[in-house]
């Protein structure tokens, strides 16, 4: 009985520590680092959805869920099987998964976005956006990139997305536009006739893409990025008192934007916008920006959250963001809405049961299970492909999180050829990478390096040294713009391998495009083929902010 009771008592205090923790005043920007662009919200009841971009990475278009619009926890995947959606070999560089919206209507929700390099526009829905998304609904005759879902008072839906349905209207340089047509989003398709909305909100804007519509006060209000996904990204808004227009850009416009700040304000590029209403009736809003270090961006575009006052002005219903300051901020105050901690991802990752965890990702589709999770250990089965191509290697990797982080990994691989290598890989695209690998005898640090992605690249060895044992612990620590590689028989006794590294080949500034950094664990044959495995006994990504 007295231990029942002790038990009873523990597990009051965690309860205690967990639930009762004092909330916080201020919550910090931004609510997900990392890779984590075009962000999409939606709320149901009291419980938010956010979705992202994911390129050319499976599973693709991660879903988080929030209670209360600032702790998040990854729930799920709305690509989450190979049988969905295939990323082909080829798939190039930041292509597949394009600027998703995620919507909730009448019980279901709705994912539409774009596979650059597929076929195009798709919907998926689901009953619970953790798990069981549908196949992809395809649309027909739907030109461009960016689509969005809304749905009228009247129950009609409308398909608003980024293009031009006549291109002889290509008066400038990077015009683009937004158009709209009704749809039936449960077969996927359009009716009636389509309509340009908008080309942007000035005679020479650029790249008006990522449109999501809103009713507001019994307006419609348009809301789109502009300006491309760089130094001059925005956000404008439009309105209109009938569904199908004129919208007419707001006086307000940029409503926000950090393109006039200059290139050494530490949040960057701000743009490509959604907004959601709380249960209490404020508005905030999800969107992308970026953070520098050293002068470079090494986490590439994250999702940030602002504060937004609808006000009516003389051009209708306007979104103030972030009023009194009209920029995004590191810290301020949280919305009023009940503090609740989640889940978080586990630093270390040690393989127990059969599933890898919500964390890793792989390079476009596995067409074939090559890795198997068992007895505290991960098996990866050594292949022909290699990170230097567009392929599906034999690569597990998870986003980098932070600035500053370490992250480590304990190998078991032993091989009598030259062709073989297992290790810890870095990888931004398939022209910038690291790679520390495990060989026949020796260790081997690679770097890899296409500078502005053109013209022919080979890796170049960093460092080499002799090595026999069979196992090895690899890490490598990030400070800043330096990336320091180690090496050792255990994690409590690393040496340096080489100097520190120049992290900046994976950044923004250097490797360009789309998608963001990734860490994690790869074996390849080398464009052989191969019955060998190694195996992980753990992986470990802590971050040092």
Wanted: hydrophobic share 35%; aromatic share 12%; with cysteine.
């Amino acid at each position: 009985m007295k231990l029942r009771i002790l038990k009873i008592l523990f597990l009051a205090l965690i309860c205690f520590n967990v639930s009762g923790q004092t909330a916080p005043d201020n919550f910090k920007n931004p609510i997900l680092s990392g890779f984590y662009p075009d962000p999409s919200i939606c709320r149901v009841g009291d419980t938010y959805y956010m979705v992202n971009s994911s390129f050319e990475w499976f599973p693709g278009l991660p879903i988080h869920k929030s209670k209360d619009l600032v702790n998040w926890e990854l729930i799920g995947y709305g690509l989450s099987k190979s049988t969905q959606i295939n990323y082909p070999d080829g798939l190039g560089n930041s292509q597949g998964i394009f600027a998703p919206t995620i919507r909730h209507h009448n019980g279901t929700f709705y994912i539409i976005c774009t596979m650059v390099g597929g076929n195009g526009n798709f919907i998926i829905t689901a009953k619970d956006p953790s798990n069981s998304w549908s196949d992809p609904i395809w649309i027909d005759d739907a030109p461009g990139i960016d689509p969005s879902l809304f749905w009228d008072d009247d129950g009609k839906c409308y398909y608003t997305g980024a293009g031009i349905i006549d291109y002889s209207q290509k008066e400038w340089q990077g015009k683009n536009g937004v158009w709209m047509q009704e749809i039936n989003p449960d077969k996927g398709e359009l009716i009636g006739e389509k309509k340009q909305l908008t080309y942007g909100h000035a005679s020479n804007a650029r790249w008006a893409e990522g449109p999501h519509l809103y009713k507001i006060n019994n307006e419609y209000l348009l809301l789109i990025g502009e300006g491309g996904t760089g130094e001059y990204h925005a956000v404008t808004v439009f309105n209109s008192k009938n569904i199908w227009g004129p919208y007419i850009p707001n006086h307000a416009n940029p409503v926000m934007t950090h393109r006039h700040l200059g290139k050494d304000y530490p949040i960057q590029q701000t743009g490509h916008a959604d907004l959601v209403q709380t249960q209490n009736g404020d508005w905030w809003s999800v969107m992308l920006a970026k953070r520098k270090i050293d002068g470079y961006t090494t986490l590439a575009r994250e999702t940030f959250l602002a504060q937004v006052e609808m006000s009516n002005q003389e051009s209708g219903v306007t979104p103030i963001f972030n009023p009194g300051k009209g920029l995004l901020q590191f810290e301020q105050k949280r919305p009023e809405l009940p503090w609740h901690p989640m889940s978080k991802t586990n630093e270390l990752d040690e393989f127990e049961g059969e599933e890898l965890g919500l964390e890793w990702n792989f390079l476009r589709s596995p067409k074939e299970t090559w890795y198997e999770q068992k007895d505290g250990q991960i098996q990866i089965q050594l292949r022909p492909e290699t990170v230097a191509e567009f392929v599906n290697p034999s690569f597990i990797a998870q986003r980098t999180r932070h600035l500053n982080y370490e992250a480590s990994t304990s190998l078991s691989f032993k091989t009598k050829k030259e062709n073989e290598k297992a290790g810890l890989v870095i990888y931004r695209r398939h022209g910038n990478h690291y790679q520390l690998l495990k060989t026949k005898d020796k260790l081997v640090l690679l770097k890899t390096l296409q500078k502005e992605n053109k013209g022919e690249f080979e890796p170049q060895v960093v460092v080499s040294i002799p090595y026999k044992k069979e196992s090895v612990v690899f890490k490598v620590k990030i400070d800043g713009i330096n990336a320091q590689f180690y090496y050792g028989e255990n994690k409590f006794e690393l040496n340096p391998i080489g100097k520190a590294q120049d992290y900046t080949i994976l950044s923004d500034e250097i490797a360009q495009k789309f998608n963001g950094v990734y860490v994690g664990m790869y074996v390849t044959s080398s464009g052989k083929e191969s019955k060998k495995t190694a195996l992980f006994d753990w992986f470990m990504y802590q971050g040092a902010e």
